[in-house]
T-cell receptor, first 112, second 111 residues
Framework: SQQGEEDPQALSIQEGENATMNCSYK?????LQWYRQNSGRGLVHLIL?????REKHSGRLRVTLDTSKKSSSLLITASRAADTASYFC????????????FGTGTQLKVEL | DTGVSQDPRHKITKRGQNVTFRCDPI?????LYWYRQTLGQGPEFLTY????????KSRLLSDRFSAERPKGSFSTLEIQRTEQGDSAMYLC?????????FGSGTRLTVV
Protein backbone atom coordinates (compact mmCIF):
# COMPACT_ATOMS: atom_id res chain seq x y z
CA SER A 1 0.00 0.00 0.00
CA GLN A 2 1.11 3.56 -0.60
CA GLN A 3 2.28 5.48 2.42
CA GLY A 4 1.31 8.88 1.22
CA GLU A 5 0.22 11.07 -1.57
CA GLU A 6 1.82 13.65 -3.74
CA ASP A 7 0.10 16.81 -4.80
CA PRO A 8 -0.48 17.78 -7.52
CA GLN A 9 -0.78 14.55 -9.50
CA ALA A 10 0.37 16.41 -12.59
CA LEU A 11 2.09 19.76 -13.14
CA SER A 12 2.90 21.55 -16.37
CA ILE A 13 5.17 24.61 -16.38
CA GLN A 14 7.36 26.62 -18.72
CA GLU A 15 11.12 26.28 -18.75
CA GLY A 16 12.69 28.66 -16.27
CA GLU A 17 9.76 28.57 -13.85
CA ASN A 18 9.87 26.94 -10.44
CA ALA A 19 8.05 23.69 -9.71
CA THR A 20 6.72 22.80 -6.28
CA MET A 21 5.48 19.35 -5.33
CA ASN A 22 4.02 18.33 -2.00
CA CYS A 23 3.99 15.02 -0.20
CA SER A 24 1.93 13.89 2.75
CA TYR A 25 2.55 10.73 4.74
CA LYS A 26 0.93 8.86 7.58
CA UNK A 27 3.36 7.42 10.11
CA UNK A 28 6.40 8.62 12.05
CA UNK A 29 9.56 8.45 10.00
CA UNK A 30 13.35 8.27 10.20
CA UNK A 31 13.77 10.13 6.93
CA LEU A 32 12.01 11.18 3.76
CA GLN A 33 13.53 10.88 0.32
CA TRP A 34 12.67 12.20 -3.13
CA TYR A 35 13.20 10.22 -6.31
CA ARG A 36 12.83 11.02 -10.00
CA GLN A 37 11.67 8.53 -12.61
CA ASN A 38 11.88 9.07 -16.33
CA SER A 39 9.28 7.24 -18.36
CA GLY A 40 9.70 3.48 -18.21
CA ARG A 41 12.98 3.65 -16.31
CA GLY A 42 14.22 3.05 -12.78
CA LEU A 43 14.16 5.67 -10.06
CA VAL A 44 17.00 8.07 -9.33
CA HIS A 45 17.66 9.22 -5.77
CA LEU A 46 17.57 13.02 -5.52
CA ILE A 47 17.75 14.05 -1.88
CA LEU A 48 17.20 12.74 1.64
CA UNK A 49 16.02 14.74 4.64
CA UNK A 50 16.12 13.33 8.15
CA UNK A 51 13.31 13.68 10.65
CA UNK A 52 15.28 16.18 12.72
CA UNK A 53 15.94 18.43 9.71
CA ARG A 54 13.57 21.08 8.41
CA GLU A 55 15.15 22.12 5.14
CA LYS A 56 17.81 20.83 2.78
CA HIS A 57 19.28 22.05 -0.49
CA SER A 58 21.01 20.29 -3.34
CA GLY A 59 21.76 22.30 -6.45
CA ARG A 60 18.41 23.51 -7.84
CA LEU A 61 16.48 21.35 -5.37
CA ARG A 62 15.09 22.53 -2.04
CA VAL A 63 13.26 20.15 0.27
CA THR A 64 11.34 21.01 3.40
CA LEU A 65 9.96 18.69 6.03
CA ASP A 66 7.28 19.38 8.62
CA THR A 67 6.96 16.35 10.85
CA SER A 68 4.12 17.90 12.86
CA LYS A 69 2.02 18.07 9.69
CA LYS A 70 3.56 14.90 8.22
CA SER A 71 4.32 16.70 5.01
CA SER A 72 7.22 17.60 2.75
CA SER A 73 7.71 19.75 -0.30
CA LEU A 74 10.17 19.60 -3.18
CA LEU A 75 11.00 22.81 -5.02
CA ILE A 76 12.85 22.70 -8.32
CA THR A 77 14.08 26.15 -9.27
CA ALA A 78 14.74 27.39 -12.80
CA SER A 79 13.27 24.26 -14.34
CA ARG A 80 14.59 22.75 -17.56
CA ALA A 81 12.98 20.50 -20.15
CA ALA A 82 15.23 17.70 -18.86
CA ASP A 83 13.44 17.91 -15.50
CA THR A 84 10.36 16.39 -17.15
CA ALA A 85 9.73 13.19 -15.19
CA SER A 86 7.67 11.70 -12.38
CA TYR A 87 8.73 12.62 -8.87
CA PHE A 88 8.08 10.39 -5.88
CA CYS A 89 8.49 10.93 -2.20
CA UNK A 90 9.41 7.92 -0.10
CA UNK A 91 9.45 7.53 3.65
CA UNK A 92 11.49 5.27 5.87
CA UNK A 93 9.25 4.63 8.87
CA UNK A 94 10.74 4.45 12.34
CA UNK A 95 11.60 0.84 13.06
CA UNK A 96 11.00 0.12 9.39
CA UNK A 97 14.20 -1.77 8.69
CA UNK A 98 15.37 0.59 5.97
CA UNK A 99 12.30 -0.27 3.87
CA UNK A 100 10.89 2.68 1.91
CA UNK A 101 7.23 3.36 1.27
CA PHE A 102 6.53 5.44 -1.82
CA GLY A 103 3.84 7.97 -2.59
CA THR A 104 1.78 8.06 -5.74
CA GLY A 105 3.98 10.54 -7.59
CA THR A 106 3.74 13.88 -9.37
CA GLN A 107 4.14 13.98 -13.14
CA LEU A 108 6.07 17.11 -14.06
CA LYS A 109 6.18 18.40 -17.61
CA VAL A 110 8.49 21.29 -18.40
CA GLU A 111 7.76 22.89 -21.76
CA LEU A 112 10.14 24.92 -23.85
CA ASP B 1 28.93 -0.49 -15.15
CA THR B 2 28.82 0.07 -11.42
CA GLY B 3 25.06 0.52 -11.11
CA VAL B 4 22.28 -1.98 -10.37
CA SER B 5 21.63 -4.30 -13.31
CA GLN B 6 18.40 -6.11 -14.00
CA ASP B 7 17.78 -8.79 -16.56
CA PRO B 8 15.77 -9.13 -18.69
CA ARG B 9 14.52 -5.61 -19.44
CA HIS B 10 11.27 -6.93 -20.86
CA LYS B 11 9.48 -10.26 -20.52
CA ILE B 12 6.28 -11.34 -22.20
CA THR B 13 4.87 -14.61 -20.96
CA LYS B 14 1.70 -16.63 -21.23
CA ARG B 15 -0.53 -16.95 -18.23
CA GLY B 16 0.43 -19.96 -16.16
CA GLN B 17 4.10 -19.93 -17.10
CA ASN B 18 6.93 -19.37 -14.63
CA VAL B 19 9.32 -16.46 -14.96
CA THR B 20 12.56 -15.56 -13.23
CA PHE B 21 14.22 -12.17 -13.02
CA ARG B 22 17.76 -11.40 -11.97
CA CYS B 23 19.23 -8.42 -10.15
CA ASP B 24 22.91 -7.64 -9.74
CA PRO B 25 23.31 -4.96 -7.04
CA ILE B 26 26.21 -2.62 -6.47
CA UNK B 27 28.86 -4.92 -5.05
CA UNK B 28 29.51 -2.92 -1.84
CA UNK B 29 25.79 -2.77 -0.96
CA UNK B 30 24.62 -5.29 1.62
CA UNK B 31 20.91 -4.51 1.32
CA LEU B 32 18.81 -5.52 -1.67
CA TYR B 33 15.14 -4.77 -2.29
CA TRP B 34 12.48 -5.84 -4.75
CA TYR B 35 9.60 -3.53 -5.58
CA ARG B 36 6.69 -3.78 -7.98
CA GLN B 37 5.27 -0.80 -9.83
CA THR B 38 2.08 -0.65 -11.84
CA LEU B 39 1.16 2.11 -14.25
CA GLY B 40 0.52 5.43 -12.58
CA GLN B 41 1.49 4.22 -9.12
CA GLY B 42 4.52 4.44 -6.93
CA PRO B 43 6.67 1.36 -6.29
CA GLU B 44 5.31 -1.11 -3.73
CA PHE B 45 7.63 -3.07 -1.47
CA LEU B 46 7.89 -6.81 -2.07
CA THR B 47 10.88 -8.09 -0.12
CA TYR B 48 14.28 -7.15 1.31
CA UNK B 49 17.57 -8.93 1.92
CA UNK B 50 20.45 -8.02 4.15
CA UNK B 51 23.36 -9.98 2.75
CA UNK B 52 21.87 -13.43 2.04
CA UNK B 53 19.14 -13.24 4.68
CA UNK B 54 15.61 -12.41 3.56
CA UNK B 55 14.48 -10.19 6.42
CA UNK B 56 11.06 -9.05 5.35
CA LYS B 57 8.35 -10.03 2.89
CA SER B 58 5.28 -8.03 1.97
CA ARG B 59 1.82 -9.51 2.05
CA LEU B 60 1.87 -8.71 -1.68
CA LEU B 61 4.34 -11.56 -2.07
CA SER B 62 1.98 -14.50 -2.48
CA ASP B 63 3.00 -18.15 -2.39
CA ARG B 64 3.67 -17.95 -6.11
CA PHE B 65 6.51 -15.51 -5.56
CA SER B 66 9.93 -16.49 -4.25
CA ALA B 67 13.12 -14.52 -3.98
CA GLU B 68 16.64 -15.62 -3.22
CA ARG B 69 19.99 -14.00 -2.73
CA PRO B 70 22.54 -16.79 -2.55
CA LYS B 71 25.92 -15.76 -1.14
CA GLY B 72 24.63 -12.24 -0.60
CA SER B 73 25.42 -11.13 -4.13
CA PHE B 74 22.90 -11.24 -7.00
CA SER B 75 19.24 -11.95 -6.38
CA THR B 76 16.50 -13.72 -8.31
CA LEU B 77 12.75 -13.21 -8.16
CA GLU B 78 10.63 -16.06 -9.47
CA ILE B 79 6.92 -15.93 -10.16
CA GLN B 80 5.22 -19.26 -10.64
CA ARG B 81 1.96 -19.79 -12.52
CA THR B 82 1.84 -16.17 -13.66
CA GLU B 83 -1.47 -14.33 -13.74
CA GLN B 84 -2.47 -11.26 -15.71
CA GLY B 85 -2.46 -9.28 -12.48
CA ASP B 86 1.27 -9.92 -12.21
CA SER B 87 1.88 -7.60 -15.17
CA ALA B 88 3.99 -4.77 -13.80
CA MET B 89 7.47 -3.30 -13.66
CA TYR B 90 9.65 -5.19 -11.17
CA LEU B 91 12.33 -2.97 -9.71
CA CYS B 92 15.41 -3.99 -7.80
CA UNK B 93 17.36 -1.59 -5.60
CA UNK B 94 20.38 -1.84 -3.36
CA UNK B 95 21.70 0.30 -0.56
CA UNK B 96 24.50 0.56 1.98
CA UNK B 97 23.23 3.10 4.48
CA UNK B 98 20.65 5.57 3.25
CA UNK B 99 19.22 6.15 -0.19
CA UNK B 100 18.56 3.46 -2.75
CA UNK B 101 20.17 2.87 -6.12
CA PHE B 102 17.57 1.41 -8.46
CA GLY B 103 18.01 -0.72 -11.53
CA SER B 104 16.10 0.03 -14.72
CA GLY B 105 13.56 -2.64 -13.94
CA THR B 106 12.07 -5.66 -15.68
CA ARG B 107 8.74 -5.01 -17.35
CA LEU B 108 6.58 -8.14 -17.21
CA THR B 109 3.57 -8.58 -19.46
CA VAL B 110 1.38 -11.63 -18.88
CA VAL B 111 -0.86 -12.43 -21.84
Amino acid sequence: SQQGEEDPQALSIQEGENATMNCSYKTSINNLQWYRQNSGRGLVHLILIRSNEREKHSGRLRVTLDTSKKSSSLLITASRAADTASYFCATEPTGGGNKLTFGTGTQLKVEL
Amino acid sequence: DTGVSQDPRHKITKRGQNVTFRCDPISEHNRLYWYRQTLGQGPEFLTYFQNEAQLEKSRLLSDRFSAERPKGSFSTLEIQRTEQGDSAMYLCASSWTEGYTFGSGTRLTVV
